[in-house]
């Protein structure tokens, strides 16, 4: 085989029930250029029989003796791919047709670029459960990565291998989750990132989602995260304290408010985010403050439950703030404060 413009590469621990049809999204591909290297990590299951079936000359498989994690995977995929540009494809996940194409004229047409992501369809069965509409603006990427690991969803994400390489990017092998957050996020100090405004990959919400592992480990998950958001708020001089850390925890997290005084903590540290960057010019301003209008109208839907007062304290805190003020946005807060609506629901806007 000759020397590929793409490589694809896909880790997979115990994978037998979703495999096949994940490979098989990736054969389909309309873009035929790439080699698929699939990472059989120290399976136990049937997953390395079902692998070695392919004939297919572009599937090159690497068999770990054990079981080495994420992080370790990710690296010896950067390692081992011999392609101008590099994705990622999850075992239990699905490549729509044209993914591969849409992605790479983009980085070949814009090389300014060093990556591109996609829209993200999350889906159970025959069921979507939701869609990430991740944002085009390179700008407003950088800035929204201070609260949003899946602004560049790492499972979409297409990177020009030359400037991984350049800038020696790599995955922190002691983050066993959010090592794709750690890793965009380092990337965005150093290229450039838009989104193709379209669904082109299908993420399956299944019980083998390295997630679920950690769904009932909370303070080892937040530990997990401290680490990151010291790094990330780093770059705008933030020396954090542990409140500090929990406050972003909880402007950033899924969680709704118990406290009407937790929202307006949040308000305060989105503040001064605003003011740190102010004083030392990290992100544009232009685009840092849209993103902090959008993460402030987050947390007000976070703390819609406390009725009316929610609703008066965004208004006027966003208009002090020149954080515009869209009717559609108001209308659904106002709606959700009128009940009093205390439950999360996976939506974006």
């Known amino acids: 085989m000759t020397q590929p413009v793409l490589t694809v590469v896909m880790p997979i621990y115990n994978g037998e029930k979703y495999v096949q049809e994940a490979i098989d999204s990736i054969l389909v591909q309309t873009f035929p250029d790439f080699e698929l290297i699939i990472i059989n990590d120290g399976s136990t299951d049937r997953s390395l029989e079902i692998i070695t079936s392919y004939t297919d000359t572009r599937i090159r498989i690497l068999n770990n003796k054990k079981n080495q994690g994420i992080p370790y995977n990710r690296n010896l995929g950067l390692k081992e791919a011999k392609g101008d540009f590099l994705c990622w494809a999850d075992c239990d996940d699905l490549s729509l047709p044209e993914r591969f194409d849409r992605q790479v004229r983009f980085l070949r047409n814009n090389s300014e670029f060093g990556g591109c992501g996609t829209w993200l369809e999350r889906f159970k069965g025959s069921h979507t459960i939701g869609i990430l ?59 450039k990132f838009s989104n193709i405004q379209e669904v082109l990959y299908k993420y399956r919400d299944s019980e083998t989602s390295i997630m679920k592992k950690f769904e009932n480990q909370e303070e080892k998950r937040y530990d997990i995260k401290k680490i990151i958001y010291r790094q990330v708020l780093s770059t705008l001089a933030i020396k954090t304290t542990e409140v500090d850390l929990k406050t972003h925890d909880n402007t950033c997290s899924i969680n709704l408010f118990s406290r009407f005084h937790d929202f307006k903590d949040s308000y305060h540290w989105l503040k001064k985010i605003k003011l740190a960057n102010k004083i030392e010019g990290t992100f544009d301003s232009k685009a840092l403050n849209k993103i902090l209008a959008d993460q402030f109208f987050y947390t007000a839907k976070k703390a819609s439950k406390f009725g009316f007062k929610t609703l008066l304290f965004f208004i006027f805190k966003s208009l002090t703030n020149n954080w515009g003020l869209h009717p559609i946005r108001i209308t659904k807060l106002a709606i959700r404060c009128a009940i009093k609506y205390d439950k999360f629901e996976y939506k974006n806007g």
């Open 133 to 191: 509409k991740a944002i085009e603006n390179s700008e407003e990427i950088r800035a929204s990565l201070l609260f949003r690991p899946a602004t560049i969803p790492n499972a979409t994400a297409m990177l020009r291998l030359s400037e991984i390489k350049k800038h020696k990017l790599w995955y922190n092998s002691d983050l066993p989750i959010s090592e794709d957050y750690d890793f965009i996020f380092r990337c965005s100090r150093v290229m």
